[in-house]
């Protein structure tokens, strides 16, 4: 029997109704259910409540050191939900929120060293960048070593008391009332900038050895403001003094987790240090060596006592601080480092390093210590770039000394600082963790 358009079958009819059947008892369920399972995430994304997005913010903390008369100055950038503005810290202006309330998370720590003569706000633009990417960075002008006081920088206690800044940074991001409950501990990350390389290298356990630094400077880095004829007159005077530390048991690679009171000798060392004049010629006009001296700010009579350890260092308890990964950018003081010194550096590390880097050449110091560090997962070459092409850009009325410290205003360069802030966003979100954001 034939059948035409329009004209219905009962085994077509069946079918039919076994479609509707499994339709309704079968696949209008899973629909459902999937649509109860998936409203929850849109009316989130619709009312906002997945995740915010991030902004930098900064808050300055103070630590009285009552040796020398003045505060180790500290900035804690954060993330913040608050949309930023323009702030003014230090003679830069950064485009943050100040004080602003931190995103609810819990948050991997990174603390930075600045280069030699240089201050907090030296890398503010790289400090932002992390920040925004869920971190809590915290960044000391290292007194005695900075744009305005020199008063250590060729001198032994240098290698001893910055290592010790960064650790009174820390203690001060984790008891801030407003931060420190939100910061990790656990997960800590180390950025040493030029000579703050060394610094870092020191907190992760490499010892310095000093006396190559001879060998370094006289193959004439043009711009290493630790070998100018004004730095290298008061080297014989550093190795003496890192001897007499030595033989009395003062350690230069203090342990960021715990620390015992200082040994009497120590703190004897010390006193001597606050008192003892600094081994420094004076610079003046028309003097080579004055020529020849870094590019820093004028130089301030008062607070030139370096900081005794004793007042840095006090007793500690038992600490779950975890130093997870270690970044050096245009890392400088490579020298004072050799294969065996730098052995106990266990952790992940990766180097930023300036093609054109004049004031710490790559092949004796970033190269150097890519041959030599055992654990190198990363290494990025800013090709074409200077020392200051990776620094923060430098403030329109920035005087002279400070130009040659930081960027100007080269599109070229400004690709590589971001080229350069990703780089090392990635190395620690992949080697800390990313942030647990939690519900406001």
């Known amino acids: 029997m034939n059948h035409f358009p329009g004209q219905d079958s009962t085994a077509a009819v069946r079918l039919y109704r076994r479609l509707c059947c499994l339709l309704a008892g079968y696949i209008m369920p899973v629909l459902v259910l999937t649509t109860l399972l998936l409203y929850p995430f849109s009316e989130a994304t619709a009312n906002g409540a997945r995740p915010p997005k991030l902004h930098p913010a900064l808050r300055t903390i103070g630590v009285w050191v009552p040796e020398i008369n003045g505060r180790l100055d500290v900035v804690i950038w954060y993330p913040t939900t608050r949309a930023p503005g323009l702030v003014q810290l230090d003679g830069w202006t950064v485009k943050a929120s100040r004080n602003a309330r931190i995103a609810q998370g819990k948050y991997p720590i990174i603390l930075v060293s600045h280069d030699a003569a240089a201050s907090r706000m030296s890398n503010h633009d790289l400090a932002a960048s992390l920040a925004q990417k869920g971190f809590i960075v915290a960044i000391p002008t290292h007194p005695g070593d900075n744009i305005d006081d020199t008063s250590v920088l060729y001198r032994a206690e240098l290698l001893l008391y910055r290592p010790r800044h960064i650790i009174l940074a820390l203690e001060a991001l984790l008891a801030s009332p407003e931060l420190g409950h ?207 092409d990776l620094q923060a850009p430098c403030p329109d009325d920035a005087a002279q000394p400070l130009r040659q410290s930081c960027a100007s205003p080269n599109p070229a360069a400004m690709e590589l600082r971001k080229q350069r802030s990703l780089f090392l966003s990635q190395f620690f979100q992949q080697a800390l963790g990313s942030p647990a954001l939690l519900e406001e």
């Open 182 to 388: 939100l910061a990790d501990e656990s997960r800590i990350g180390l950025l040493g900038i030029g000579s703050g390389s060394a610094t870092m290298l020191q907190i992760a356990g490499a010892v310095p050895e000093f006396g190559n630094m001879h060998a370094y400077c006289a193959s004439r880095p043009l711009e290493d403001p630790f070998c100018t004829p004004w730095a290298q007159t008061n080297f014989p005077f550093i190795e003496e003094a890192i001897a007499r530390y030595a033989g009395s048991g003062v350690s230069f690679t203090p342990d960021i987790g715990s620390f015992a009171p200082p040994s009497p000798e120590e703190a004897a060392y010390a006193r001597e240090a606050l008192t003892a004049p600094a081994q420094i010629p004076p610079s003046s006009p028309g003097d080579p060596a004055g020529d020849a001296a870094p590019p820093i700010s004028e130089q301030r009579e008062k607070n030139t006592a370096a900081p005794d350890p004793a007042t840095l260092l006090g007793a500690r308890g038992s600490s779950p601080r975890v130093v997870r990964a270690v970044a050096l950018m245009t890392p400088g003081l490579g020298p004072l480092f050799t294969a065996r010194s730098l052995a106990p550096v266990t952790q992940p590390l990766v180097i930023v390093a300036a093609e054109n880097d004049t004031r710490y050449p790559v092949d004796r110091n970033a190269g150097m210590l890519r041959k030599i560090l055992p654990h190198i997962p990363g290494f990025f070459l800013a090709e074409g770039c200077s020392f200051a």
